[in-house]
């Protein structure tokens, strides 16, 4: 059975815990992608999503000016937002077992750690979908 340490994706790119929110947002515009796996002395800590950086700024109804909502962003830790607890699984899950993970959560992401909490890779809804298009290319 093929694994989750197969398909995911390796050296994911990371951010730091002390780095602001809106260093996460141009992160993930400069980059393309949707999550952040959260270091803090080289240990992983967290997960931050393009979601939950939604979710956190400010309607456009704000009564904020764009300055004020920047600098508000600016001086934001990421560690503020970042989901702490994220879900993640080891290299070693068959990739079946990690699509159930991902219907039974709601997930689009999921952080990939060895056995000693270090993060070897993230797996998206995208390394799955590539990995069912490799194995049955033409059920």
Known sequence: M????EWMTRNPVTIEADASLIEAIHLL?????????VMRDGRFTGLITDRMLSEYSP????????????????????????N???????P???LVDA??????????????????GQLVGI???????KAVVEIFPKA
């Open 2 to 5: 093929t694994t989750v340490g």
């Open 29 to 37: 515009k400069e980059k393309g992608i949707r999550r952040l796996p």
């Open 59 to 82: 309607s456009k109804a704000t009564s904020l000016d764009t300055w004020e909502v920047h600098y508000l962003l600016s001086k934001t830790p990421v560690s503020e937002v970042m």
């Open 84 to 90: 702490p607890a994220p879900i993640t699984v080891g």
């Open 92 to 94: 070693e899950v068959n």
């Open 99 to 116: 699509a159930r993970i991902f219907l039974e959560h709601r997930l689009y992401g999921l952080c990939v750690v060895n056995d000693e």
């Open 123 to 129: 797996m998206s809804v995208g390394d799955i979908l």
